[in-house]
């Protein structure tokens, strides 16, 4: 008995919850509620998040809290939470599965966003199959709606802390061919 746990403090100990909070990111079902479960948003104007690299979503979570990137939808969710909360939750949609996009996928339009992104060299940051790495972000199985929304705020009009990398880099495109784009890639890997 002498070097093992009273069964009766034991109980105690797992009552008190320390053991989950230790495990569990803050405020996950709220993040959830827009961002889906496990980061597979089911709102095509709502990113999704898992998978997307960890640094990545520490820059912006940090960003977001410090209200230098808007977020409206956002405002005051992160309000109180640490930078070690912020790498927690950054930590814990880094780990998640991204889910195919659904939908059908338009053969011509998909050739022709895989072609100008070739061209484009998107590919040079976001790496060859668009997972991101390090601080730039997964493009792969992200929403369409989502990814033509932020393609056309950085080529028009880029708020306060987003990269002017991304702004250059968009420089120039038409709309038609940010729809192409944001089509191939919502549904890379589908090749039709
Ligand atoms: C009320 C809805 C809502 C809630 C709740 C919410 N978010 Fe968001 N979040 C958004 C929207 C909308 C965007 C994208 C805004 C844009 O760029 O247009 C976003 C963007 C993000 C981004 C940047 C993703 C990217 O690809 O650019 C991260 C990271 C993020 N949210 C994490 C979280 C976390 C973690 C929580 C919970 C603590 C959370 N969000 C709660 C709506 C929400
Ligand atoms: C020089 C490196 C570089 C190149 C080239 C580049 N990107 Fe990016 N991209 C980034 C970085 C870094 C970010 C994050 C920017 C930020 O923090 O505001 C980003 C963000 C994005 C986002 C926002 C995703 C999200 O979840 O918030 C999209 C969409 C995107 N890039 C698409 C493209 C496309 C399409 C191309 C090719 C036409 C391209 N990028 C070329 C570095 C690059």
Redesign the pocket.
Do not use: D, G, K, N
């Given at each position: 008995m002498k070097n093992s746990f009273h069964p009766l403090l034991a109980a105690l100990l797992l009552a008190t919850g320390l053991h989950a909070q230790a495990q569990q990111?803050?405020?996950?079902e709220?993040?959830?509620?827009?961002?889906g479960p496990q980061g597979n948003s089911q709102i095509p104007?709502?990113?999704?998040?898992a998978g997307?690299p960890r640094i990545?979503?520490e820059n912006?979570?940090v960003l977001?809290r410090e209200g230098l990137?808007d977020?409206?939808?956002?405002k005051g969710?992160?309000d109180g939470?640490d930078d070690a909360a912020?790498i927690e939750?950054?930590k814990y949609?880094a780990a998640q599965t991204p889910a195919p996009m659904p939908g059908a996928v338009d053969a011509a339009r998909y050739q022709r966003g895989k072609e100008l992104a070739a061209t484009s060299l998107c590919g040079s940051c976001h790496l060859p199959d668009y997972k991101g790495r390090d601080q730039i972000?997964?493009l792969a199985g992200?929403h369409e709606t989502?990814l033509r929304?932020?393609m056309l705020?950085y080529r028009d009009k880029p708020g306060p802390g987003r990269d002017t990398v991304m702004t250059n880099a968009l420089r120039g495109f038409s709309n038609a061919q940010l729809d192409d784009m944001a089509h191939f890639l919502a549904h890379f890997g589908k090749q039709p």
């Open positions: 990111p803050p405020r996950l709220l993040c959830a509620s827009c961002h104007q709502f990113p999704s998040l997307q990545f979503m912006q979570l977001i990137r977020i409206p939808p956002m969710v992160l939470l912020l939750l950054a949609y972000p997964r992200q989502f929304e932020v705020e």
